[in-house]
């Protein structure tokens, strides 16, 4: 389909009833791995249709990629999880220099 927000926007709203699904469903280790899988790519798909949107600092891509880190620290793959929440803190922060920039 088409790369718009509103398909972003599904995609990252899918992966967090994956996200969901998985956190009721723990007690089936095999389901939960699906799940866990099907909610990491869901949120890779969305912030993927996001960055070609927006860019790759753009604030817009924290929701997603905050879910993506907090499923993966849930999970115990608290390595990976580190990548979405440095990219967080550089899109703050580059938002906050750029505000900073506009208000001079």
């Known amino acids: 389909g ?8 599904t995609m990252f709203h899918i992966g967090e009833v994956y ?3 998985n956190r009721a469903d723990e007690a089936f280790v095999a389901q939960s791995n699906t799940l866990v899988d099907e909610a990491l790519r869901m949120y890779t798909q969305s ?4 960055e070609t949107l927006h860019g790759d600092k753009h604030p817009s891509l924290c929701p997603v990629l ?5 499923l993966l620290m849930l999970v115990g ?4 999880a580190l990548e979405p929440f440095e990219r967080i803190a550089a899109i703050i922060e580059a938002s ?3 505000d900073d920039k506009q208000s001079r």
């Not at 905050?66 to 907090?70: D, E, L, R, V």
Request: charged share 35%; hydrophobic share 35%.
């Open 2 to 9: 088409p790369d718009t927000d509103e398909v972003a926007e």
């Open 77 to 80: 793959r608290s390595a990976e």
């Open 47 to 50: 912030l993927a249709i996001k």
């Open 66 to 70: 905050t879910s993506n880190g907090a």
């Open 19 to 21: 996200d969901q699904m």
């Open 96 to 98: 906050l220099d750029t």
